[in-house]
């Protein structure tokens, strides 16, 4: 039978529609069951904390629990994994950390490719690190610190809290664009490091702000730079690393990301409540709180932003010609 022309137009912009109105509907009926966010590190852990307290605000917001779900190991690539391999339906999202941007040219037999196969939702906050030296070493600034390296090579010891981790790299990278000579000196945890140093045992640190705040107060460390382009809330009257050495930027930051081909309009749901979190006074300062600085995104700047973070770490790893296993 033809179809009078009126109703063959009026049948064929209502197919042409659909499309969209199948994504409104499914952005408006998710979540449908509980969602799991999986997180590369123990419980207790910073990731941990914010995923609970973002968890915490998804959950009220949209109607469902978001259940954190502890996978650690192997450089947060298990949890990684786990989310790589799960539905991309929105109810298995990931904690993502910088880690995750450093781990390509660390781990090389990895069985994904995060850039690839993370979709990027929103990004949560940054956490910045602060270059910190026993009281008694010569330099009392970064200059200081540069020009005492250069006359010194290879006799300046650095503290790490483990090879590969970002107290490490943030060291790597300053003496890439610092180009200096100075020793990396690793411990098995950050409690270690921070004890060698306040011993005179090594002689500079890259370490977060939260856990060498006091032992700055208290006039026991000295805090020459934070890590940050702009100068940290926590330490105000220190003065940002890149007005010694341009470009310089090393912070964590942690965010979140969902399977790839996950619908369009879940990801912009969840980023816009996310971000909706990150303006609440409440949410806010329980994250200044734990060191960290809120940080903003769209999914596409946000996944922006981890391009960049993993061409800029994996220089400084292939630089220091770091390999883990």
């Known amino acids: 039978m033809k179809l ?18 199948s994504g409104i509907a499914s952005a408006q009926a998710y979540p449908s069951r509980p969602v799991r966010i999986i997180v590369g590190v123990g419980a207790g852990g910073a990731p941990d904390i914010v995923a609970r307290l973002m968890g915490q605000w998804l959950s009220e917001r949209l109607g469902q629990p978001f259940i954190v779900e502890n996978k650690p190991g ?3 690539n298990i949890a990684t994994e786990a989310v790589v391999r799960a539905p991309a339906d929105g109810h298995t999202l990931l904690q993502a950390t910088l880690t995750n941007a450093y781990n390509a040219p660390l781990y090389p ?14 990004s949560i906050m940054r956490t910045p690190l602060v270059m910190v030296a026993n009281p008694v070493f010569p330099a009392k600034s970064v200059p200081e610190f540069i020009a005492f390296a250069k006359a010194n090579p290879g006799k300046i ?18 003496k890439m664009m610092a180009d200096v000579d100075i020793i990396h000196v690793p411990y098995r945890a950050a409690p270690l490091a921070l004890t060698a140093l306040l011993a005179g045992e090594v002689h500079v640190m890259f370490d977060p702000i939260g856990t060498s705040i006091e032992n700055i107060r208290a006039g026991k460390l000295r805090a020459l730079a934070v890590t940050t382009a702009a100068r ?3 330490l105000p009257d220190i003065r940002p690393m890149a007005e010694f050495v341009p470009g310089y930027e090393a912070s964590g ?7 790839r081909n996950t619908p369009d309009e879940i990801i912009e749901r969840l980023n816009q409540e996310i971000n909706a979190g990150l303006a609440d ?5 329980r994250l200044a709180s734990l060191g960290g600085v809120v940080f903003t995104n769209t999914p596409a700047s946000f996944g922006a932003f981890i391009s960049e973070e993993t061409e800029k770490w994996g220089k400084a790893i292939r630089a220091a010609n770091i390999k883990l296993e």
């Open 4 to 21: 009078p022309r009126r109703q063959f137009l009026h049948l064929a912009a209502g197919a042409a529609a659909l499309p969209a109105v």
């Open 74 to 76: 192997a450089g947060t």
């Open 109 to 122: 037999k990895l069985s994904f490719n995060f850039l690839r196969d993370i979709a990027p939702i929103s």
């Open 157 to 174: 010891n650095m503290a790490s809290s483990g090879a590969g981790n970002l107290t490490h790299l943030a060291g790597e990278l300053f």
């Open 232 to 234: 940290a809330p926590m």
């Open 253 to 259: 930051w942690q965010g979140v990301g969902a399977p």
């Open 281 to 285: 006074p409440t949410l806010k300062g």
